[in-house]
Nanobody
C-alpha cells in the first residue's frame, strides 16, 4: 500500500499561484496513477486532475484546464499540482490519491492523503 502526504496549501489572492505536492512512501509512484481531488463543505469530492503511472498521460477537469498542470517526479516519488490564475471557486481541501488505473472517479482510488487547505481570496 502506498502512503500519501499533501503539502503546499495556503492562502492566495485571486490570480495568484500555488504548487501542491503529494509525497509518497511505502511504494513507488511509477506503479500508480495519481489523482488530485478537491472538496468543499457539504459537497462531494470533485475530480481535478490525474496523471498516469508513467507520467505520459494526464487529464483535467474542465474548470481547471489551461490553469492547472499536474506532473510526476518519479525519482523523488512526488506528484505536483501547479495552480495558476487561481479563482475564489478553487477554494477547497485538496486531496491526492493513488489508483491502479488511469481514472477520474474517486471510487477508483484506494489510497488517499489527509488533504491540504487552499483558500483563494477575491
Amino acid at each position: 500500500q502506498v502512503q500519501l502526504v499533501e503539502s503546499g496549501g495556503g492562502l492566495v489572492q485571486a490570480g495568484g499561484s500555488l504548487r501542491l505536492s503529494c509525497a509518497a512512501s511505502g511504494r513507488i509512484l511509477s506503479g500508480y496513477a495519481v489523482g488530485w481531488f478537491r472538496q468543499t463543505p457539504g459537497r462531494e469530492r470533485q475530480f481535478v486532475s490525474v496523471i498516469s503511472s508513467g507520467g505520459g498521460a494526464s487529464e483535467y477537469a474542465d474548470s481547471v484546464k489551461g490553469r492547472f498542470t499536474i506532473s510526476k517526479d518519479i525519482l523523488n516519488n512526488t506528484v505536483y499540482l501547479q495552480m495558476n490564475n487561481m479563482k475564489p471557486e478553487d477554494t477547497a481541501v485538496y486531496y491526492c490519491a493513488a489508483s491502479s488505473y488511469f481514472a477520474t472517479r474517486s471510487s477508483s482510488f484506494h489510497s488517499w492523503g489527509q488533504g491540504t487547505q487552499v483558500t483563494v481570496s477575491s
